[in-house]
């Protein structure tokens, strides 16, 4: 079983919706990470929650994290064709970081 | 720019012929990691170094085999490449034990043939 399931795996949507991705588990994190993998490239960190209910904006992107730090969400006001990649959330175990399943996102112009 | 480097981009190799990946640093970090990446999929720890530390993930082959020589540089080494080895071959580092956030290179993808 994953520990971090995404939702949804795939996503496809016009230039200026709306679309929200989440992160779930049943185990309890001190923080979490979402990364944005652009085709061809590795992965960028985009975002670090570490409070419970804490709410962090990035221009058109909206991280939350759960009350209970168990699940996360990110939205995506007004998506642009930039936005095309591989989310991923991610914890942290001591020395390495736990992926979650990921959500492909494109977004056609 | 402090960054990771991996070389080459794209390596193209033949079914069983050894092949090496590489992987450079500027940011003096202490940690370095292996991934391997397949289409659509998130990336899947092979091995990590703290130091000069080796540390394998339980379930990665001895086909794949790793160095560090020093600080900046690590290498991944297939021994008898297969088929099912072509993927996305991500280098990544972080700056200490324990540090939630790492830094990506920008991946050698492999093709077997």
């Known amino acids: 079983t994953q520990l971090l399931e995404q939702s949804p795996q795939f996503l496809s949507i016009q230039e200026g919706e709306n679309l929200t991705v989440y992160c779930n588990s049943s185990?309890?994190?001190?923080?979490l990470q979402w990364y944005r993998q652009e085709p061809g490239e590795g992965p960028v960190l985009l975002v670090t929650?570490?409070?419970?209910?804490e709410v962090k904006k990035l221009k058109r992107l909206t991280f939350q994290f759960g009350d209970a730090r168990k699940d996360s969400s990110l939205h995506i006001t007004a998506a642009q064709p930039g936005d095309t990649g591989l989310y991923l959330c991610?914890?942290?175990?001591?020395?390495?970081?736990?992926f979650g399943t990921g959500t492909r996102l494109q977004v056609f112009p | 720019d402090a960054m990771v480097i991996q070389n080459p981009r794209y390596q193209v190799t033949q079914f069983g012929k050894p092949v090496t990946l590489s992987c450079s640093q500027t940011?003096?970090?202490?940690?370095m990691y292996w991934y391997q990446q397949k289409s659509s999929q998130a990336p899947k720890l092979l091995f990590h170094?703290?130091?000069?530390?080796?540390?394998n993930e339980a379930d990665t082959p001895d086909n794949f085999q790793s160095r560090r020589p020093n600080t900046s540089f690590c290498f991944l080494d297939i021994r008898s490449p297969g088929l099912g080895d072509a993927a996305m071959y991500l280098c990544?580092?972080?700056?200490?034990?324990?540090?939630?956030?790492?830094?990506f290179g920008p991946g050698t993808r492999l093709t077997v043939l």
């Open positions: 990544a580092t972080s700056g200490f034990r324990g540090s939630v956030e790492q830094f």
């Open positions: 185990s309890v994190f001190s923080s």
């Open positions: 929650v570490v409070t419970g209910g």
């Open positions: 991610a914890v942290s175990n001591t020395d390495k970081l736990i």
């Open positions: 940011l003096n970090h202490n940690v």
């Open positions: 170094y703290y130091d000069k530390d080796f540390n």
